[in-house]
């Protein structure tokens, strides 16, 4: 392989991180353009969707794993598909950053910088095909989220949640990392190809093996906040700001949902692995544990971002389902559960932003009784999310289960698949409990301190009518994905 | 090659769902206390929506009588899984369909006064659950039918929960758990069903009604997929003992939610056994024919039973509900022609009499704020016409001859009791606990003295009231008199359905799903020249 440097397969990443300097830049030397980085940092974003648009050949449908540095990053239209959901997820939550950092007075260029290199690390992560550049993608990411986490440094619960946040996540990291090279140590490689290859020539009865991929999969495993390494994400939600954790709680889980796939294709590669059914069963565990543990623990929460902590563990739960039995045709269903989730998420995210004026207290599900009426529009698009996350039709969050239930029962999952159906009317009963406060009860407090802008409102509104409309006409969504994941 | 909004532009089923859907638009940009101009939209919206039924029934109804099969231009919409947009009309569908048409004016009529608030909202939740419930009766893509039936949940639970009584919102949540409860396994049931299609059938996805039709399974399949099918329909229906939501939903429900809940949504559980549950999976049907008729005939019973010692109206109107649809299940598990023709004709029957009898408790309401038994006494001197009204839904609904329920539970019986025997012998008691029951909360209410003294003024129905109240009156007298007319349409269509049923029960077993041979174009053609 000749050594092969092609800067311009960068250009997303390389979009972003320079933007996230002209905005620090900026901070630094003109801070009254303050209100204008939300713009910038949004037009980065979409200039960056416009670079992996262009780098990816997407016209090449043979040939098409494109890469630089010597193949360690990948440019296909998998990645692009990904790279698409992970900017889709940055600008909302950029979108609905805005009011909140004026509310509460933090408005800095800090925050937009941060935010956009953590797509960087997303990005990264998800077009790495080596685990060390993973590895690297991983702390560029976590390093950015912490900081973002504590960045309502005035009041304490923020500082919380990124201690607990941190401790827990300089942690999995050194298990990544220990992981990494137990894995190195026992197959010669680093490269999931490689991986793949060298189990599929040895039966795989590597301890040393088996040891490192199970501290890979815990750790990416709480990165997507997967029961049972899902602890900190509820304190953390809860404490972070709620527009950041419109991207914590989507985004990071799309790029790892990506690299758990490539890890769990490597074990399985060449069909022959004796012990590859142990890693289905394994998987199949996770999956009905997020399952369950998501969906009642959830079912108790009073604190709406709680709850959709908890709801998240579940969703990831049903995300796992496309992933008992890995093979190619499992990255549809997980790309639209992706789309849909960050949808869904991000939108009810957005208005709870919106509607609670003081981060430091609870953000109590009552207190948003009788406010549909008080907020026709922000009601509505909360209304519409909360039936989405619940799986109604014609919402994205049926398609999303509709495509990963069908694949469950095409891979002779059944079961499964009545577990998951089972649990997921668990959730309609709290998601409906957030739209029977907004229309059925009568109102118990005064909006005060709110500061509801245009961006935020966009925000919601991209949100809930993606939510709507993909629901509806799906057909060219679904082509696309097909074409995208069909190609090797 | 046609599109969606070209459908909806033109005399077809598309603009019969989806007119209610059009014109809930501009609902959401009336102000909250726009009340009257929305309710006299709505009114026209519904007016307008009554007049595309009437028109589509006149240009498809046959000479002789008959409602042949019409389908709307089929669109593609899911390509990637063969999911496809396909909407048609036949004689089992064709009288529900007409039936919740002609009873959404009725219902904004009966809400005029006891809905106060968001009437905006009301208005939309109205129209979005009368698209759900059309399009769910119409669909014939699976995949479509499951969506549109999941579409009715979500306005039903609002009118539930926004309007209702004191305890409105368990209500609503037990109504859309119950619900959702089923339909969620029905639709692994479904993904099942396509995808078995997809491995037989060279990897090509079909979720359409007559594909699957196709499906030929073995008995240990068939059973799994029919109790997915059966509990989702016998939780809608609501079959004992899957009752328990609702007399809680009839009971906190507005008036208008009562009457859509009892004039449709229920009829979706048994139109369901009868297009999807019995002819998909015969085997299974076969095979739990003995627990249904079990169940069907406790209903029955229970029902009535249960209705006997309310003390209240709308309860009592409620459980007498699950005795009805009682019958209405016995009919169909006959597997008999009369039986079929009289469960489809108590299905509308059932929607007009209780339909009538909840505006009719519901004009109460509005009046003195109660539904108790004991509240009442003697209204027949201070509200002649109410009594009028009361003694003729109730006797409709009991069954009196030259009213409408009396043919279909007379069809019912006869038939059911030509292949059932004794299950039918034991469900005729139903027929006399309906008298007893309604004829006790007759009595009860418009008979004897006035004993307490607010209700020496009330005042007697208003024209609006009244205007509500007589075409439900009159179509009961005329199916009661001419039943044929509302026969004939669905004829031919049940016997065919129940032929094909019937064969199919008597084919044996297979040891594997495989697929029967497509129905081609020519085979149609020859059987309709046989006509």
Known sequence: MSTHFDWMLLLPELVLTAAGVVILLLEAIAPSLRRSFTALAVLATLGAGYAAYYVTPLHHVVASRAGTFNGLIETSPLTFAFTLVVLLSTVLSLLASQSYLRREGILAGEYHALLLWCAVGLLLMLRATELLTVFLALETLSLCLYCLAAFHRRISISSEAAIKYFLMGAFVSAFALYGIALVYGATGSTRFLGIGRALAAQPFTNVLASLGFLFLVAAFGFKMSIAPFHAWSPDTYQGAPSPFVAFLSVAPKVASALVLYRLLEAVVQGGTAPNSHKWSTAVAFLSVASMLVGNFLALVQRDVKRMLAYSGVAHMGYLLLALVVVDRASLMPVLVYLLAYVLMNAGAFTVVSLLYSRPGEQHLIADLAGWGYRYPLLGGCLAVCMLSLGGIPPTLGFLGKYVVFLNAVGDGLVGLAVIGVLASLVGVFYYLRVVYYLYMKPETRQPEGLLIDVWGRTAAVLAALGTLALGLWPTGLLQWLMQATAVK | ?531
Request: with cysteine; net charge neutral; proline share 5%.
């Open chain 2, 1 to 531: 090659m046609e599109t969606f909004f070209g459908l909806l532009a033109g005399n077809t089923l598309t603009r019969l769902v989806f007119f209610p859907t059009v014109a809930a638009v501009p609902l959401f940009f009336f102000t909250k206390t726009a009340s009257k101009a929305a309710k006299i939209y709505v009114l026209i919206a519904s007016l307008i929506e009554l007049a595309f039924g009437v028109l589509y029934l006149a240009a498809h109804l046959g000479r002789d009588g008959g409602f042949p099969l019409v389908h709307d231009t089929v669109l593609s919409w899911i390509s990637g899984y063969g999911v496809k947009y396909d909407l048609a009309m036949d004689g089992i569908s064709m009288p529900l369909v007409l039936l919740g048409i002609f009873l959404l004016p009725l219902v904004i009529l009966g809400s005029w006064r006891g809905i106060t608030e968001h009437w905006p909202m009301f208005g939309a939740s109205l129209l979005l659950l009368s698209t759900g419930v059309l399009g769910a009766l119409l669909a014939y893509d699976l995949f479509l039918f499951y969506v549109f039936w999941e579409v009715m949940l979500v306005p039903m639970y609002l009118l539930i929960g926004i309007w209702g009584g004191e305890r409105k919102i368990y209500a609503a949540v037990k109504f859309f758990l119950f619900t959702m409860a089923g339909s969620l396994l029905m639709l692994v049931a479904i993904l099942w069903m396509a995808w078995t299609f997809q491995r037989l059938n060279g990897g090509v996805w079909s979720f359409a009604y007559d594909d699957l039709l196709r499906l030929n399974l073995p008995l240990h399949q068939q059973v799994w997929l029919f109790a997915a099918f059966a509990l989702t329909f016998a939780i809608k229906v609501p079959m004992f003992p899957f009752h328990t939501w609702l007399p809680d939903a009839h009971v906190e429900a507005p008036t208008g939610g009562s009457v859509i809940l009892a004039g449709i949504l229920l009829k979706l559980g048994t139109y369901g056994f009868l297009r999807f549950a019995l002819p998909l999976f015969p085997h299974a049907s076969e095979v739990a024919r003995p627990l249904l008729l079990a169940l069907a005939v406790t209903g029955i019973l229970y029902g009535a039973l249960v209705a006997w010692v309310q003390v209240d109206m709308k309860k009592l109107v409620a459980y007498s509900s699950i005795a009805h649809l009682g019958f209405v299940m016995l009919g169909l598990l006959a597997a008999d022609v009369v039986a079929w023709q009289g469960s489809l004709l108590q299905m509308v029957n059932h929607g007009l009499s209780t339909g009538a009898l909840f505006l009719l408790v519901g004009m109460l309401y509005d009046r003195r704020h109660t539904k108790k038994f004991d509240e009442f006494g003697g209204l027949a001197r201070v509200m002649p016409i109410f009594a009028f009204f009361l003694v003729f839904a109730s006797l409709a609904s009991v069954g009196l001859p030259a009213l409408n329920g009396f043919v279909g539970e007379f069809m019912i019986l006869t038939g059911s009791f030509r292949t059932l025997g004794w299950p039918a012998a034991v469900a005729t008691f139903g027929v006399v606990l309906a008298a007893i029951y309604l004829l006790k909360m007759i009595q009860l209410t418009i008979w004897g003295p006035i004993t307490k003294d607010e209700n020496r003024k009330l005042a007697d129905l208003s024209f609006r009231e009244i205007a509500a109240l007589v075409p439900l009156c009159v179509l009961m007298l005329w199916i009661g008199v001419a039943p044929n007319t509302f026969l004939q349409p669905s004829r031919q269509t049940l016997e065919t359905v129940l032929a094909q049923y019937r064969q199919r029960v008597d084919e044996p077993d297979v040891r594997q799903a495989s697929l029967r041979p497509a129905t081609t174009g020519a085979e149609v053609a020859a059987t309709e020249a046989g006509r």
